[in-house]
């Protein structure tokens, strides 16, 4: 799902979200190009971030709950970042580089990418979300993922109801 742009670049994020996964794999939230940030699940959290001349990377030391819901957070205030998931240990990490902020302008998608292939080298991940997002705050606004007037997201592909 794409979201609408934000409005400016930012020297502090903070990612919190919900999601129940089916697959071990698949690249969960995804704000590209030149400085970028993103999620991506493998048996663990991998979250990578590049403000423009390096990029710093996160890695929960605990693996994520198959059909289960997980919570992770993510907060990186300049080069550094830490994250934990389901209210485990935080771990921490750093990026390189000068610049400090990320560019949130670009497009923000949610559960993969319209291009898998032209992102995976750089996110590592080959596939996009099979599973559910239950929320996702960014910067303490929470996203709503409807399509309509009263939405934030403006496109999607392959979306539907999660069945329990």
């Not at 919570?71 to 994250?83: E, F, I, N, S």
């Not at 771990?91 to 898998?116: A, R």
Request: some cysteine; hydrophobic content about 35%.
């Amino acid at each position: 799902m794409e979201q609408k742009r934000a409005k400016a670049t930012s020297l502090k994020t903070r990612l919190k979200t919900r999601q129940r996964r089916i697959k071990w794999t698949g690249l969960v939230l995804l704000s590209h190009f030149l400085s970028f940030t993103h999620l991506s699940l493998f048996t663990s959290v991998d979250s990578r971030f590049d403000c423009g001349m390096g990029e710093g990377v996160v890695r929960s030391e605990r693996p994520v709950h198959l059909n289960s819901w997980n919570r992770v957070t993510v907060y990186r205030d300049g080069w550094a970042a830490w994250l934990t998931l389901n209210g485990g240990q935080q771990v921490s990490g750093q990026s390189q580089g000068l610049f400090t902020d990320i560019n949130f302008q670009l497009e923000l998608f949610l559960g993969g990418s319209p291009n898998l292939t032209l992102v995976s080298q750089r996110t590592n991940s080959f596939t996009g979300l099979t599973g559910c997002v239950r929320k996702l705050e960014i910067n303490w606004k929470s996203i709503d993922f409807r399509s309509d007037n009263r939405g934030d997201a403006l496109d999607g592909i392959d979306i539907g109801q999660l069945f329990r």
